[in-house]
Structures are given as structure tokens and as C-alpha cells.
């Protein structure tokens, strides 16, 4: 069972498709591009790629706003290129993950545009509806400041539609056993073709009860999840959903079932914004009680550990003060604000390019308990172009040279503007100068990706915070198979030394060796290890000296 839950230590990494690579000169990536590229992400370390949705759409949402959920949009390429991509994915060992966006549909989805024209449409139910305008109309936007309503009047149906998001995405009555089905049958296509899973989208929306009567806290209809999973168990037994769901620590089992009958990742919200704050305030405190208050899920479920994602860095989970202490330290004008919650700046400018820094956040994910998530860019330190709208500024082409439109395409115009001024121009940041640099953050990232794969007890082990003394250091050690990996952080700018425990009760065993140095600690006549880390340092250690190397056992 063990060798099935490949999601359990691996390496995700996320792209668009568009923003990838173009193969053809149109401006726009393609599925052929992203072939090409498939060697880089292969030699960089990554297991899985994560897909953002490339099925047709009018895209007014970054193609989160579907139009056919069993095609490839032209602008991507063809059916058959997406076909040619997952083999040679699958020759290359790389699992595919892709969105599944089955909250909302685009408003041109044929499914709305039957709904609205006939109230005898077969799919007039697949959408939620209500004769008068509902009282909470102006209640629970996803996107404070830029929507209005959460209910729109369409003329032609005569009748209001419900839309959590903008109101070109109406929402699918998920409720309907006749949409339940249609979502199985779109899971099950994308299998066929050669996919692994699915990252969710907003999985708590999905299933909410919807209407024009559901109070300000909907209830939620779990056992929805569990048909999702034995559906995918049913059709291929290691295919895996990775949920968006930005919920409190209270609720994680009800997400990943008491009998690990739901889903199987979930990303950690809580731990993604208490890491923020860890490295805002320099303060490791709050970021422990995250990962205790988020440690109780099942053997087989796992979470999803990232930095920054393609959406804005939601802080609604920190209190007002933290809030603000994040906002302070790496967006401090309101241009880089958005939803009057998050951050949309991409993450090396939201550290002021700070090397030491960088390295020492990466770090630090690849050492928090679940499985790291990496997105396009992250691993050469791409910026942002903060005069774009919304989320767009952190969504820029990929920049694989110093050349023109930085290698990603010959076209003139680029579906969004490659980044080509400043410290974060492709001139100054793209892959083919970082590989020839040694110490390089693509160079760095590879070696940080080695070493965490041939760390499987931080995805499979139990985890236990280690006192430190120090508030600003972290230290997480990790137990698996009778083997340990000591991990500590140094969040603060200066130089600190640490006396600390390594939990072995032996003293003639109880030795250090840092996995990416090769120096070693022992223990002292206190039985303690005393430890100097550099401002924003941080060591690996394989706990148990060459004992432990020894008797390792692989996963």
C-alpha cells in the first residue's frame, strides 16, 4: 500500500499552459511547448505537474470560467497534443494533475445558455435559481471590492442565478444526482487520457447547500466527497484529489474522512499563512501551533505545503494585528494588496530579492509536514508587473532566456506581458543564466528538491516541535521506520546559538550530521547539542550520525 501513495513524498509543480512555453509564435503556450519543457521539470527535481485549467473558455477568470469541460482550447492546442503531453510525462515518470472546476461553469457553457433559455431545459436544474432577489444578495463574495453580488438577474430566463464568484460563472447546483454524475464522467475522461488526479477547486462551495433560502453558514454535504473518492478508487486506484479548501483546523476531518474515505490532499492554509507571519515577524510561535492544530489526519491523507500560489496570499486566518504585521513587512502599499485580505505580489519581490531569505523560506517549506508545492518561476526568483489588474501581476510568462520575449515565444504580443524591465526583467532572471551560475537559486532549488526526496520521513513521519529556547527558531524533528530528520529555521537577521535536545535517549548514538553540509554535532555533558545558526541559516540533520545512514530503508 505503501508504494500507492506516491503522493505521499512527492514534488508538485504547478503551471498555466499559456504562460508556459509557445511552440507555434502565437504569443500563447501551448501543450507542444510544454512538451518540450517537460526535461527541465524532470531534471529539476518535480514528480507531478499540476495543470491549471486549459479546457475552452472565454477566460475573463484566467480560464477558471469553463466552457467545455471535455476539450482543449484552441489557443492550447488539440485533444490529441494533450494526449502526446501525458505520454511523454508518463515516459519521463511525471504524474498529471489538473484543475477541476466544478463549482461554476462560464455563462457560455451550453449547459447555462439551455438553462436560461427554457425552464423545461433538461439543465434548468443543473443551476441554481430564484424568482425574487434574495435577501443576502450582498452577503459572501469571494472577491470583496471587485464583485457586487452573489445573485444576478438574467432576462432571459426571467429569473436570478446564483454565482459565488463573478457573475459570468454561474454556479452548478452540485446537489442535482444529475451533475454529481456529470462530475464523475469528467473525472473519468481526464483519467482515461492519461491523468492522475486533481487539484479541487474551492471544494467547501462545491459542496454547500445552494439557494435562495441557505442561511449565512450553508451546510455541507460531505458525502459528495466520498462519492468523488470511491468513484476515483473504482476507476484507478492511485489517482488522488488535492482540495482547495481554506478551512479551521476543526474541520479537516470532515475533509479527509475519519476512514480516509475523502479526499487525499489538502492544501494547509493554516500553516501557509502562519509561515508568513513566521518569517514577517521573524517569530516561529504561532506557525508551531499551526502544525499541531493541523497534525491529527489519517495515514493516508496528506497535505499540501506551499509558498505562494497563483491566487492573491490569502491572510484571512491571521487576527487583524498578524494581519497587518505581514502586510507591513511585504506589501506595504495598497497597490499590492487585494480583496482587502491578501497579498498578489509573486514571492522573490515580496522578499526584496533577499538570497538569504529566499533560500531560507524554500527551506523551511521543504521542511514543513506534508508535500511541497512548487509553482512555475519560484525556482529562478521570477517578479511581478504590478501594473496588471487583480492576480495577473504574479501570472507572467515563464523566462527561460535573456533573449527576446525572454524564450518563451517569437510572437510580438504575449497573452500577458513577459516582465522585461527592472531587477525581475527576463535579461536579468531566467533559466539559461541560472544553470550556468553554481550557486544559482535554480542550482540551489534542484539540490533542496534532492535532499527532500531522500527525506521521506518529513512526507510519512510524525512530526514533534522541538524547544529551542528561541523564538525565532524553528526546529521539527520527524520520525519514520526508526529514523529521524532533524529540520531548524533561523527566522531572524541575526546570528543565533541554541542549545537544544535531538530526542535520542542514547548519548553514544546521539550525533548529528547535517545532510547538506556534512558537519556533525555531539551531543554535550548537558545532553544537548549546541548549534550556531547564521541570520536566516538553517541545517538538516539525519539524527543518529552514520548509524542511522546506514540502516535507512527506502520507501
Known amino acids: 500500500m505503501i508504494n500507492d501513495l506516491w503522493y505521499k513524498n512527492a514534488i508538485i509543480y504547478c503551471l498555466s499552459v499559456g504562460t508556459f512555453m509557445d511552440a507555434n509564435g502565437d504569443g500563447i503556450g501551448d501543450f507542444a511547448g510544454l512538451e518540450r519543457r517537460l526535461d527541465y521539470i524532470q531534471g529539476l527535481g518535480a514528480t507531478a505537474v499540476w495543470l491549471m485549467p486549459f479546457q475552452p473558455s472565454p477566460k475573463k477568470d484566467g480560464g477558471y470560467d469553463i ?25 519521463r515518470g511525471l504524474r498529471v494533475l489538473i484543475d477541476l472546476v466544478v463549482n461554476h461553469t462560464s455563462d457560455q457553457h451550453p449547459w447555462f445558455q439551455s438553462a436560461r433559455s427554457d425552464p423545461d431545459s433538461p439543465y434548468r436544474d443543473w443551476y441554481v435559481w430564484s424568482k425574487e432577489r434574495p435577501a443576502s444578495a450582498d452577503e459572501g463574495m469571494v472577491f470583496p471590492g471587485v464583485q457586487e453580488t452573489t445573485w444576478t438577474y438574467d432576462a432571459k430566463a426571467k429569473a436570478w442565478y446564483f454565482h459565488r464568484f463573478f457573475n459570468f460563472q454561474p454556479d452548478l447546483n452540485t446537489a442535482n444526482p444529475e451533475v454529481l454524475a456529470e462530475i464523475l464522467k469528467i473525472m473519468g475522461f481526464w483519467i482515461q487520457l492519461g491523468v492522475s488526479g486533481f487539484r479541487m477547486d474551492a471544494v467547501p462551495f462545491v459542496i454547500a447547500e445552494k439557494g435562495a433560502d441557505v442561511g449565512g453558514k450553508p451546510r455541507e454535504q460531505f458525502e459528495m466527497l466520498r462519492d468523488l473518492r470511491e468513484f476515483l478508487q473504482w476507476r484507478q486506484g492511485d489517482a488522488i484529489i488535492l482540495a482547495e479548501a481554506n478551512i479551521l483546523p476543526n474541520q479537516d476531518m470532515d475533509y479527509f474522512g475519519d476512514d480516509a474515505d475523502r479526499m487525499h490532499m489538502m492544501f494547509n492554509f493554516q500553516v501557509n499563512q502562519a509561515t508568513f507571519y513566521a518569517l514577517a515577524a521573524h517569530d516561529a510561535r504561532p506557525l508551531v501551533k499551526a502544525i499541531e492544530r ?243 541559516g538553517y541545517h538538516w540533520f539525519r539524527v543518529g550520525g552514520l548509524d542511522a545512514l546506514l540502516k535507512r530503508r527506502p520507501a
Not at 446 to 467: F, L, N
Open 294 to 536: 493541523t497534525k491529527p489526519r489519517p495515514l493516508s491523507c496528506q497535505w499540501g505545503i506551499f509558498l505562494r500560489n497563483h491566487d492573491e496570499l490569502d491572510l484571512g486566518r491571521l487576527t487583524g494585528k498578524q494581519r497587518q504585521s505581514v502586510f507591513d513587512a511585504f506589501g506595504p502599499e495598497k497597490g499590492m494588496q487585494l480583496y482587502d485580505r491578501g497579498i498578489r505580489r509573486r514571492f522573490a519581490p515580496m522578499l526584496a530579492g533577499d538570497p538569504r531569505r529566499i533560500r531560507l523560506a524554500y527551506s523551511l517549506m521543504f521542511t514543513l509536514p506534508g508535500t511541497p508545492v512548487l509553482r512555475y518561476g519560484d525556482e529562478i526568483g521570477m517578479g511581478d508587473e504590478l501594473a496588471l489588474k487583480e492576480r495577473d501581476c504574479a501570472r507572467t510568462p515563464m523566462q527561460w532566456t535573456s533573449e527576446y520575449q525572454g524564450g518563451f515565444s517569437t510572437a510580438d504580443r504575449t497573452v500577458i506581458p513577459l516582465i522585461d524591465h527592472g531587477p525581475y526583467g527576463y535579461a536579468h532572471v531566467n533559466v539559461a543564466d541560472q544553470r550556468h551560475e553554481a550557486d544559482s537559486l535554480l542550482n540551489w532549488m534542484q539540490s533542496m528538491i534532492r535532499q527532500r526526496k531522500e527525506a521521506p520521513e518529513i512526507g510519512w513521519g510524525d512530526v514533534v516541535p522541538m524547544e529551542t529556547g528561541r523564538p525565532s527558531v524553528l526546529a521539527l524533528r520527524y520520525d519514520w521506520r526508526g529514523n529521524a530528520i532533524l529540520c531548524v529555521h533561523n527566522l531572524a537577521p541575526e546570528p543565533v546559538e541554541v542549545a537544544m535536545a535531538s530526542g535520542v535517549e542514547d548519548s553514544e548514538h546521539d550525533i548529528l550530521v547535517d545532510v547538506l553540509t556534512g558537519s556533525r554535532s555531539e551531543v554535550g555533558e548537558d545532553g544537548r547539542h549546541c548549534l550556531f545558526l547564521e541570520g536566516y
Open 67 to 91: 466552457a467545455d469541460y471535455y476539450g482543449v482550447d484552441p489557443d492550447y492546442g488539440s485533444l490529441g497534443d494533450f494526449v502526446a503531453f501525458t505520454h511523454a510525462a508518463k515516459q
